[in-house]
């Protein structure tokens, strides 16, 4: 699969689903934050690395596909499902890359300047997303 850019989604997505993906943010947010105060800083961030906006977008993935396919004359419910597991592949891969960038900035963030370590880190990070969608790639490929 070739990873590309599609703003044709944009323009199916209400006010309403922007709302609601921006409140479930903001409560993952105010929920870490909480648990931060509580039990420390290093708890709270874990639960901050929580893709506060992930599931809700997963969730609008499905519906938009199966109302594509409604529209068409099929239920959909496969495909919608097909559509968001390639999602949730595609964030999987760029968990990885943000685990190479919390790496780099951790390691080089006392050594060197903050542009230095963020142009680093943000190589770690397309170099790390890169190679988990290769290697799925190339074992779809071979699993076919």
Request: net charge positive; aromatic share 10%; charged share 15%.
């Amino acid at each position: 699969m070739r990873v590309k850019l599609q703003t044709a989604s944009l323009h199916e997505t209400t006010v309403m689903e922007y709302a609601q993906r921006f409140l479930f943010g903001g409560l993952v947010t105010v929920v870490a934050t909480l648990i931060a105060d509580k039990c420390g800083p290093v708890i709270g961030g874990l639960f901050l690395a929580f893709p506060g906006i992930f599931p809700a977008g997963l969730s609008l993935v499905e519906k938009h596909k199966i109302d594509r396919e409604a529209a068409a004359g099929n239920t959909g419910v496969a495909s919608g499902q097909g559509q968001a597991s390639v999602e949730a592949a595609g964030a999987s891969a760029g968990t990885w890359g943000l685990a190479g960038f919390a790496l780099v900035v951790w390691k080089e963030s006392t050594l060197h300047s903050l542009p230095v370590t963020l142009g680093w880190a943000l190589l770690a990070w397309v170099t790390m997303s890169g190679i988990v969608w290769w290697v799925r790639d190339k074992h779809a490929a071979l699993t076919k």
